[in-house]
């Protein structure tokens, strides 16, 4: 089975402009997590979204959003990109047995340099 | 009070020895635990999870849980230099304003050492 993938890998912007995201997760797979990881900060929990419906959010400003299409595949954007938000930005999709420890499997990232 | 902390490192032991990393979590109501393996450069990888109170052995990795003491390790023997990596703890709740959602340690740095 194929692993989570995320488009693009590597991603440079200027400060203002907004960008896009894109993660596949494995198939069968409907609960998509997006976590941003900075040296200073760590991993921290962005949102997660099943059967397109944004069900949990982290803290984050209103400026990080994201969405979940029909195919379980998931969109993050974040707009007016701040010098700070230059991180790895990863996905994560988990199966969600019913009745089972929920796993998650990580994408390789977007490594995303605001300049 | 940080809700997940992992023992300060970097850790280095020596090839063949037992590395033994540590993690406690703030949240009682915390259910099922994990352990992360990061290379530089690389994304997480799962190594193992465990959610019962004890020990759970998958080859050379021991993981093991008192909820009592909100306490989590993971035991790698025999280690390796590829075992060289930051381990990164995560700790997730119960549905609700869980949904999705682990939290994770800063990570412990493991060096082994030929």
């Known amino acids: 089975k194929a692993g989570v993938t995320q488009t693009p890998r590597y991603l440079i912007k200027t400060r203002g402009q907004q960008v896009t995201l894109s993660c596949s997760p494995i198939s069968g797979h409907r609960s998509v997590s997006w976590y941003q990881q900075t040296p200073g900060q760590g991993l921290q929990f962005l949102f997660e979204y099943f059967s397109e419906t944004q069900r949990n959010k982290g803290n984050f400003p209103g400026r990080f959003s994201g969405r979940q299409f029909s195919n379980s595949r998931s969109e993050m954007n974040v707009s007016t990109l701040e010098l700070g938000d230059s991180a790895l930005y990863l996905c994560?999709?988990?199966?969600?047995?019913?009745?089972?420890?929920?796993?998650?499997?990580f994408g390789p990232g977007t490594r995303l340099t605001v300049l | 009070q940080k809700e997940v902390e992992q023992n300060s490192g970097p850790l280095s032991v020596p090839e063949g020895a037992i590395a033994s990393l540590n993690c406690t979590y703030s949240?009682?109501?915390?259910?099922?635990f994990f352990w992360y393996r990061q290379y530089s450069g690389k994304s997480p990888e799962l190594i193992m999870f465990i959610y019962s109170n004890g020990d759970k052995e998958d080859g050379r990795f021991t993981a093991q849980l008192n909820k009592a003491s909100q306490y989590v390790s993971l035991l790698i023997r025999d280690s390796q230099p590829s075992d060289s990596a930051t381990y990164l703890c995560?700790?997730?709740?119960?549905?609700?304003?869980?949904?999705?959602?682990?939290?994770f340690g800063q990570g412990t740095i493991l060096t082994v050492h030929p």
């Open positions: 949240d009682r109501g915390s259910q099922s």
């Open positions: 994560a999709s988990t199966s969600q047995p019913a009745g089972a420890v929920d796993t998650q499997y």
């Open positions: 995560a700790v997730s709740g119960a549905g609700g304003t869980s949904y999705g959602k682990l939290t």
